[in-house]
């Protein structure tokens, strides 16, 4: 097979037929309209075996898993997901693998009606980047540039339960298996981002860590926050794992959660029950945006929580 009757294969026809692909996989270029009024949200991530991935990680995961990080970021900010291009770097072909891998991302893709528009195959050590291209009204798209003090801090979902997977599955702990699927099959909070247009003053994804991410939001808002653990959403696992160890990094610095933290002034936080009963993910305020700089968070007696490291740094000594 050449690279061609690879991509043909393997990837043509992955998600809807869209009206606004006038030309999709097989030509020197995609071809696509972006409707007037609209502004294209545009996001590039790159995963790396053995870096973002276990080796071990079922081909067909993280088919899903690499373009749900990408839709992942077009929640953040508010985007309905449209298209998606796709470069592939495998040590060796195996149609067998390749076969999994797009049925994860197919599969995903047809969930948010994302056509997958154009792709890479090169050879060398398993990377994969996938872009993903978004659509949101014009000036309507959230940054993260809008926290004022007063607002509340409020995150999706629960966190820590990928970082707990990470810390557990490679000592081979078969209790953690079922955490294996918040670590590899994140489900991007698309339908919620959307609906906090208009409504969050500040938005975020939660990839490297509540600490890390929510400390995005608050330097490129010129605020501070301070968040009370207690009020953090936990499933069990992760619950029992803090009350047991009394390590609160699970929930807040580890990465992976793939939920959204957001800001909203607190006259409309009365709309936040309906916004999570609508978009099928439960909604919590966490704390509340402040004066100054940087993230205060309270353990459950009141005193200080004193991090150990925020988030995940690629480069750890390049600052
Ligand atoms: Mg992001």
């Not at 808002?221 to 936990?234: K, N, T, Y």
């Not at 509340?288 to 925020?310: F, I, K, N, Q, S």
Request: glycine share 12%; proline share 6%; hydrophobic share 45%.
């Amino acid at each position: 097979l050449s690279e061609f009757d690879l991509i043909r294969t393997h990837f043509r026809g992955v998600g809807p037929l869209r009206p606004d692909v006038a030309l999709g996989v097989g030509d020197d270029c995609a071809l696509l309209r972006v409707p007037s009024g609209l502004e294209l949200a545009v996001s590039i991530d790159t995963l790396v075996c053995g870096v973002h991935f276990l080796p071990d990680c079922e081909p067909e995961a993280l088919g899903h898993k690499c373009l749900a990080v990408g839709l992942s970021d077009l929640a953040a900010m508010g985007a309905e997901p449209a298209w998606a291009t796709l470069a592939l770097t495998l040590p060796r072909r195996d149609e067998a693998w390749l076969h999994a891998f797009a049925q994860g991302f197919s599969s995903l893709a047809a969930d948010h009606g994302v056509a997958l528009v154009g792709g890479d195959t090169t050879r060398g050590p398993l990377s994969i980047t996938v872009q993903v291209h978004g659509l949101v009204p014009q000036g309507q798209g959230v940054r993260r540039s809008g926290a004022r003090p007063g607002q509340l801090v409020c995150v999706s979902g629960t966190l820590g339960d990928a970082g707990l997977a990470l810390l557990r599955l490679p000592a081979r702990d078969s209790a953690a298996e079922h955490l294996r699927v918040r670590l590899e099959r994140p489900q991007p909070r698309v339908a919620l981002g959307m609906a906090l247009r208009g409504v969050a003053t500040a938005m975020i994804d939660l990839s490297d860590g509540l600490a890390a991410d929510l400390g995005h939001i608050l330097e490129a808002s010129g605020v501070g926050a301070e968040i009370r653990l207690a009020e953090l959403p936990l499933g069990s696992d992760v619950a029992e794992y803090v009350a047991r160890t009394g390590d609160w990094s699970v929930p807040v610095a580890a990465g992976d959660d793939y939920e959204l933290c957001f800001t909203l002034p607190p006259e409309r936080s009365s709309v936040l029950g309906g916004l999570a009963r609508r978009s099928g993910c439960a909604v919590r305020v966490v704390g509340e945006v402040t004066r100054g700089t940087g993230l205060r968070c309270l353990l459950p007696d009141g005193a200080l929580w004193a991090p150990v490291e925020t988030g995940y740094n690629h480069f750890p000594g390049a600052g």
